[in-house]
């Protein structure tokens, strides 16, 4: 078995005003929760640290910014350290979304993870797949998605990763005999996604492709953005409906087939009292079945007990990718 306990910290409203010390704060109440539990890894959702700014028009680059962390290491950055401090004191990793602007100046929507063995932040993902639009909508009750306009697609890749301190080393140290299978050994092979990415069945696919057995991700979904989608006329509370159902479709589908574990982390409810966002944080196994999932949408941790092992069948058998695939007809996928 290759067991890690693990939860998804789902972080309820942001308001625009909200002082960043105090949403850091309440990362560290989730965290403080999840050590009682002997939770082993910690998902915070996309761009944790404030509200969802890109549904946003800023005037100036002076009011943009304060919604993004500056500095080459975010663990260091003043606001934010005292939660990767607790993390490394509480030996918890921690996988963090935060908008990202560079020492050049270019803005990425990332997400690390930090590593407590290590001590230091071991993957950082930036963002693919940017929703939304350049450009304000021009009818003003139209909440705008405007990831287009300030972020920069990611330039990482998906770049699978190994995270040291979790699994028995026992575990870890067995080796493949001759002609066995090296699926599920060594330290654990993680990936990220953030939010949209999600719904890209190309992007799980490039992890899995390196072995990815847990992939993690945060997300900000708006409850009722069909406007956004250009779909059929709906009911607020069918929309709401339909971007959960679709959030947990994706998750449960893309784990199944991709042989891998999930952890999405919502941030959710309704910041400044009038912005939508859906909850639903979950995990889910790579059978494809939602194992816990979140009641509210507020701060809550969503916490289950997972084997990696579990992994094995799907990537040895249904979805043994040496035996199965056939790469040889996927050509267009590269081209278009
Ligand atoms: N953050 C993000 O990528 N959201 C998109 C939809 C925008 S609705 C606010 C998503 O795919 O969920």
């Not at 109440?29 to 509200?51: G, I, R």
């Not at 940017?130 to 009818?139: A, S, T």
């Amino acid at each position: 078995t290759r067991k890690i306990k693990v939860a998804a910290a789902q972080v309820g409203a942001v308001h625009r005003n909200a002082i960043k010390q105090d949403t850091v704060h309440r990362l560290i109440n989730l965290l403080s929760s999840a050590a009682e539990k002997k939770v082993q890894l910690v998902v915070f959702p996309e761009c944790t640290l404030t509200t969802f700014f890109p549904r946003h028009l800023f005037e100036t680059q002076e009011e943009l910014d304060k919604y993004f962390e500056h500095g080459a290491d975010i663990a260091q950055s003043s606001d934010v350290k005292p939660l990767f401090d607790e993390a490394k004191r509480l030996t918890i990793d921690i996988v963090l979304g935060y908008a990202e602007r560079t020492p050049e100046g270019t803005g990425y929507n990332t997400s690390v993870y930090f590593s407590a063995a290590a001590g230091e932040v071991i993957g950082k993902y930036r963002k693919v797949h940017l929703p939304g639009r350049v450009e304000p909508f021009e009818d003003p009750e139209a909440t705008n998605q405007l990831e287009k306009r300030y972020f920069t697609p990611g330039d990482l890749g998906f770049p699978a990763f190994r995270a040291s301190g979790l699994v028995d080393d026992a575990v870890k140290k067995a080796t493949a005999k001759e002609g066995e299978s090296t699926v599920g050994r060594g330290d654990p092979i993680f990936g990220m996604l953030i939010c949209n990415d999600r719904r890209w069945p190309e992007a799980w696919r490039t992890y899995s492709l390196q072995g990815a057995e847990l992939l993690m991700f945060g997300y900000n979904t708006g409850g009722n953005m069909s406007h956004l989608w250009g779909s059929k006329p709906m009911s607020p509370e069918q929309a709401r409906a339909e971007a959960l159902f679709h959030s947990k479709l994706v998750q449960t589908a893309n784990s199944y087939m991709n042989a891998c574990f999930s952890i999405s982390a919502a941030r959710c409810g309704l910041d400044d009292g009038k912005y939508d966002l859906i909850g639903g944080s979950a995990i889910c196994s790579p059978e494809g079945h939602v194992v816990a999932e979140a009641e509210t949408d507020e701060d809550e941790l969503v916490v289950a007990e997972i084997d990696l092992a579990e992994c094995r069948q799907g990537k040895e058998k249904t979805f043994d990718y040496a035996r199965h695939r056939r790469i040889e007809t996927y050509g267009l996928i590269g081209k278009q």
